[in-house]
Structure formats: C-alpha cells, structure tokens
C-alpha cells in the first residue's frame, strides 16, 4: 500500500521551531521528488517547499525561505520540514507530497492543481501562538 504518514505537529510559541516528519512506504522512495504544502483555516492550500531528486535541488515559498529546510534519509524512507523561527502566519495544516521524479525531472514542483501529485498525506496541524 502505497502511504505517506505526517507526524511532528503541535503547538509551539512564535519564534520557536519544530521538525515534521512524512514517513513512505509501498513505493520507491528514492524515485521520487517530495514536496511539503500547508492550508490554513479560510485560505488555499499553498507550496512550501520541495526536493528533486535528480539534482538535490530544493525550493522553497518566500514565506519560508531561510526559516524552512527540506531533508530526505532515504535510508529510512523519511522526508524531514524543519521550521524554525515559527510565526503565527505559519498556523495551518501541513502536507507531505510524491510525484514520480520523471514527471519533473529538472526541478521539483510547488503546484497545488489537482493530480500534480502521485500521493498525499492525511496532513498534520501545526498552531504558531502565545
């Protein structure tokens, strides 16, 4: 079975930091390039950040670059968001995605549109407040 599964979330103060977690299984992990999206409450969901697995290229939203890192233990199967300098605006639920890398072979994807992705997580909440 072909699975992604989020964990690391919570509630953390503004200014803090927190790593989440998406752990793969039933497929090559290594084939594929990952990519994290959030949605919060009221707005669209939106890119974060993503690997290609061709280049070890990262992107990142402007929103997050420089706070945000995107790691990968193909060992473990694992895709890694750490989150630092948490803000309020980072409140939302976070995703893990998969697309099979020969559908972007030169540069990962942050497109939200509809099968852009091979595979999703069920998402995990994380809340940035005092």
């Known amino acids: 079975q072909l699975q992604l ?16 977690s998406c752990a793969a299984s039933g497929f090559r ?4 390039n990952l990519a994290w ?5 009221g707005k669209e ?3 974060v950040s993503c690997f290609t697995r061709t280049s070890s290229r990262a992107r990142y939203a402007d929103s997050v670059k420089g ?19 948490l803000k309020p605006e980072d409140t939302a639920v976070y995703y893990c995605a998969a697309v099979d890398w020969s559908r972007d072979p030169n540069i990962c994807t942050l497109e939200t549109k509809e099968g852009r992705h091979d595979l999703w997580g069920q998402g995990i909440q994380v809340s940035v407040s005092a």
């Open 5 to 20: 599964v989020e964990s690391g979330g919570g509630l953390v103060q503004p200014g803090g930091s927190l790593r989440l």
């Open 29 to 32: 992990f290594d084939a594929y």
């Open 37 to 41: 999206f959030r949605q919060a409450p």
């Open 45 to 47: 969901r939106e890119g």
């Open 67 to 85: 706070r945000f890192t995107i790691s990968t233990d193909n060992v473990k199967s694992i895709v890694y968001l750490q989150m630092n300098s």
